[in-house]
């Protein structure tokens, strides 16, 4: 129990950070980023080729995959988003450059880096051992740990700082946060840099965990859009609950329900589909988003 | 204005019915056919979806209805032994009973929660396919025999698909008319009362529901003919390809499916179609590029969508405001 426990809590950890930079993209700009998978596999390519190609510490992979994947996001939102928002009758159209964007990303991580499975050596040696009842590898803690201070320093930086402000006041009401000054460009394409830094960082530290390979992109965009239906879209204490449940409903999943096969996903989205039906707006949502 | 829509049609059925063979026997590419035959199929798809963006609802869920459709065609000729033209309809109606089971609970979202549990429901239908005895999990259905003879009152309207000299050009025949079927059946809803309806629901629901239409009716009626589209799309398309496996729609295809719609402009009744010929056959002419084509064709859908974000028909609309 305290094992599936455990795994749950390194899982939703990993999974929150994902739902987070794709709820705050969509509380600030109302666009469903369908690239945010791939984001994140551009992450953790970013962070193998620093670490093992030219053997710099984690650290520092880590700071390039977010240092980069904010780039992408602030020139995507600038010269893709922007555009496209201000010219289309119907927000929606947003949903086909974000698709074609998902392509894009895919297109070029395959071209630049390649189709094979890629990983780091590890972090950190030694497994995590009380007594039978816990075993979990040192790394796998480090990268939990890692991921959660990741959330608690995004939570502060939204909750305290003037940038952060900033974007709360934009996701609750756009009109009036330009009426009272807020340079709405702006902080649209900081907010987008910041999604997309989320999901690099998520990359980052998965690659040493899970290694990285160019499938992965879908079905992780798949998960967080999940997550952010249990949570409730834009809401940031949404997608952290989201992540952390669906972390934890794998976990017990998997362990559960290993006896009838595989299907763990199978039962998970029949009772997100019943829960959405008495509360479409998930956990934590406004109606109707 | 009324001559010159005649005309349109009639030119239309021409390119499709005589043109493109004509083209295809003289110019020997003969795999163009399969091409074609799938943007017909495809376009059935999206005619469904285009209906459910009508109502204001984005549809990422097309995918699970083909291969539900798929799957019923399959399973009542493998193991029922129904001919399958009869499975047909059956797979379109099938499809379209599970989508109102299902349309009621989800229809009551709206935005990005609808488009977000379609899109779950997509990957649901494949794990169902997957976990089900009767679909045979991942090895699928397999060696399903081609159509065979259509007769009514014992007169043969189609003959049977294994005599055939060249099934491809009867299977494109075959995706051409149900296409042609499909898009006058849609036209024919949006130019109707049901479809000034479905224009209210669009526009503002409450507003609709206040001044007295059935909106939850309405919306379910919508979405139960766009899955019929989906089911048959799939139902033929297992035809072709006589086989079926869980994966044979997956995510990638419903998100697809919508963007056919996107590109081809949700104000237009043959948008979609435009949308998925300009897609998939483009898709198609890149092959050449090897592995440069996902970059290519990826590079060429974000640049038409910052040039023309309204789909591409909208580009008759600004021709028009000019006059």
């Given at each position: 129990?305290?094992?599936?426990l455990a795994?749950?809590?390194?899982?939703?950890?990993q999974y929150?950070?994902?739902a987070?930079?794709l709820?705050?993209?969509?509380?600030?700009?109302?666009?469903?980023n369908?690239?945010?998978?791939?984001?994140?596999?551009?992450?953790?390519f970013?962070?193998?080729?620093?670490?093992?190609?030219?053997?710099?510490?984690?650290i520092?992979?880590?700071?390039a995959?977010?240092?980069?994947?904010?780039?992408?996001g602030a020139?995507?939102?600038?010269?893709l988003?922007?555009?496209?928002?201000r010219?289309?009758?119907?927000?929606?159209?947003?949903?086909?450059?974000?698709?074609?964007?998902?392509?894009?990303?895919d297109?070029?991580?395959?071209?630049?880096?390649?189709?094979?499975q890629?990983?780091?050596p590890?972090i950190?040696?030694?497994v995590?051992?009380?007594?039978?009842?816990?075993?979990?590898?040192?790394?796998?803690?480090?990268i939990?740990?890692?991921?959660?201070?990741?959330i608690?320093?995004?939570?502060l930086?939204?909750?305290?700082s003037r940038?952060?402000?900033a974007?709360?006041?934009?996701?609750?009401?756009?009109?009036?946060a330009?009426?009272m000054?807020?340079?709405?460009?702006?902080y649209?394409?900081?907010?987008?840099?910041?999604?997309?830094?989320?999901?690099?960082?998520?990359g980052?530290?998965?690659v040493?965990?899970t290694?990285?390979n160019?499938?992965?992109?879908?079905?992780?965009?798949?998960k967080a859009?999940?997550?952010?239906?249990?949570?409730g879209a834009g809401?940031?204490?949404g997608?952290?609950?989201?992540?952390?449940?669906?972390g934890?409903?794998?976990?017990?999943?998997?362990?559960?329900?290993?006896?009838?096969?595989?299907i763990t996903?199978l039962?998970?989205?029949?009772?997100l589909?019943?829960f959405?039906a008495?509360?479409?707006?998930?956990?934590?949502g406004?109606?109707?988003? | 204005m009324?001559?010159?829509?005649?005309?349109?049609?009639a030119g239309f059925?021409?390119a499709v019915?005589?043109?493109?063979p004509?083209g295809i026997?003289?110019?020997?590419r003969?795999?163009?056919?399969?091409?074609?035959?799938?943007v017909?199929?495809?376009?059935i798809?999206?005619a469904g979806?285009?209906l459910?963006?009508?109502?204001?609802?984005?549809?990422?869920?097309?995918g699970a209805?083909?291969?539900?459709?798929?799957?019923?065609?399959?399973?009542?000729?493998?193991?029922?032994?129904?001919?399958f033209?009869?499975?047909l309809?059956?797979?379109?109606?099938?499809?379209?009973?599970?989508?109102?089971l299902?349309?009621?609970?989800?229809?009551?979202?709206r935005?990005?929660?609808?488009?977000?549990?379609?899109?779950?429901?997509?990957?649901?239908?494949?794990l169902?396919?997957l976990?089900?005895?009767?679909?045979?999990?991942?090895?699928?259905?397999?060696?399903?025999?081609?159509?065979?003879e259509?007769?009514?009152f014992?007169?043969?309207?189609?003959?049977?698909f294994?005599?055939m000299?060249?099934?491809?050009l009867?299977?494109y025949?075959l995706?051409?008319?149900?296409?042609?079927?499909s898009?006058?059946?849609?036209?024919?809803?949006?130019n109707?009362?049901l479809?000034?309806?479905c224009?209210?629901?669009?526009q503002?629901?409450?507003?609709a529901s206040s001044?007295?239409?059935?909106t939850?009716y309405?919306?379910?009626l919508?979405?139960?003919?766009?899955?019929f589209?989906?089911?048959?799309?799939?139902?033929?398309?297992?035809?072709?390809s006589?086989?079926?496996?869980?994966?044979s729609?997956?995510?990638?295809d419903?998100v697809?499916?919508m963007?056919?719609?996107?590109?081809g402009?949700?104000?237009?009744?043959?948008?979609?179609?435009?949308?998925?010929l300009?897609?998939?056959?483009?898709?198609d002419?890149?092959?050449?590029?090897?592995?440069?084509?996902?970059?290519?064709y990826?590079?060429?859908?974000?640049?038409l969508?910052?040039?023309?974000?309204n789909?591409v028909?909208?580009?008759?609309?600004?021709?028009?405001?000019r006059?």
């Amino acid at each position: 129990m305290e094992q599936i426990l455990a795994n749950g809590l390194y899982l939703g950890a990993q999974y929150a950070l994902i739902a987070l930079g794709l709820t705050l993209i969509f509380s600030l700009m109302n666009v469903l980023n369908f690239a945010h998978g791939q984001m994140y596999v551009l992450g953790g390519f970013v962070t193998y080729t620093f670490v093992a190609q030219f053997g710099l510490p984690f650290i520092v992979g880590l700071l390039a995959s977010a240092v980069v994947l904010a780039v992408v996001g602030a020139l995507i939102e600038k010269f893709l988003f922007r555009p496209v928002i201000r010219k289309s009758k119907r927000e929606e159209s947003t949903m086909l450059l974000a698709a074609g964007i998902a392509f894009f990303l895919d297109a070029v991580i395959l071209l630049v880096f390649g189709e094979k499975q890629r990983g780091v050596p590890k972090i950190v040696n030694g497994v995590f051992n009380w007594d039978f009842r816990l075993i979990m590898p040192y790394d796998r803690i480090l990268i939990g740990v890692l991921a959660i201070a990741a959330i608690v320093g995004f939570i502060l930086y939204m909750q305290y700082s003037r940038t952060g402000r900033a974007m709360r006041a934009l996701a609750q009401d756009r009109v009036a946060a330009q009426l009272m000054g807020v340079d709405v460009d702006r902080y649209s394409m900081i907010g987008f840099a910041l999604g997309a830094m989320l999901a690099g960082v998520v990359g980052g530290l998965l690659v040493t965990i899970t290694g990285i390979n160019l499938g992965m992109g879908g079905p992780t965009s798949i998960k967080a859009f999940m997550m952010i239906m249990i949570g409730g879209a834009g809401v940031i204490s949404g997608a952290i609950a989201g992540g952390f449940i669906l972390g934890m409903m794998e976990s017990i999943g998997l362990s559960v329900l290993a006896v009838y096969g595989d299907i763990t996903y199978l039962v998970i989205f029949a009772t997100l589909m019943i829960f959405l039906a008495f509360r479409p707006q998930g956990l934590m949502g406004k109606p109707w988003g | 204005m009324n001559t010159q829509k005649l005309l349109g049609v009639a030119g239309f059925l021409f390119a499709v019915f005589v043109l493109v063979p004509w083209g295809i026997a003289a110019s020997g590419r003969w795999d163009f056919y399969y091409t074609l035959t799938s943007v017909a199929l495809l376009s059935i798809g999206a005619a469904g979806v285009w209906l459910t963006f009508y109502i204001g609802r984005i549809n990422i869920g097309q995918g699970a209805y083909a291969l539900m459709g798929g799957y019923v065609s399959a399973v009542l000729i493998m193991k029922a032994g129904i001919s399958f033209w009869a499975t047909l309809p059956l797979a379109g109606l099938f499809c379209a009973v599970i989508s109102v089971l299902i349309g009621l609970p989800i229809l009551r979202l709206r935005g990005v929660y609808f488009a977000m549990v379609t899109l779950v429901l997509t990957e649901v239908t494949r794990l169902t396919a997957l976990a089900l005895s009767v679909t045979n999990g991942a090895k699928g259905i397999t060696s399903i025999p081609l159509p065979g003879e259509l007769s009514l009152f014992g007169l043969t309207i189609v003959p049977d698909f294994a005599t055939m000299q060249n099934p491809k050009l009867a299977f494109y025949l075959l995706a051409a008319t149900l296409m042609v079927l499909s898009y006058a059946a849609l036209w024919r809803i949006v130019n109707s009362r049901l479809g000034h309806l479905c224009r209210s629901l669009q526009q503002n629901e409450e507003l609709a529901s206040s001044i007295g239409v059935n909106t939850a009716y309405l919306r379910v009626l919508a979405y139960a003919i766009s899955s019929f589209f989906g089911g048959i799309a799939g139902a033929v398309f297992v035809a072709i390809s006589q086989s079926i496996y869980p994966s044979s729609f997956v995510v990638t295809d419903s998100v697809n499916f919508m963007l056919y719609c996107f590109l081809g402009g949700l104000g237009y009744v043959f948008g979609p179609m435009l949308g998925t010929l300009l897609l998939y056959f483009g898709w198609d002419l890149l092959s050449i590029a090897k592995q440069y084509q996902l970059l290519i064709y990826s590079s060429a859908m974000i640049a038409l969508m910052l040039a023309v974000p309204n789909g591409v028909l909208s580009l008759l609309d600004r021709k028009g405001g000019r006059k």
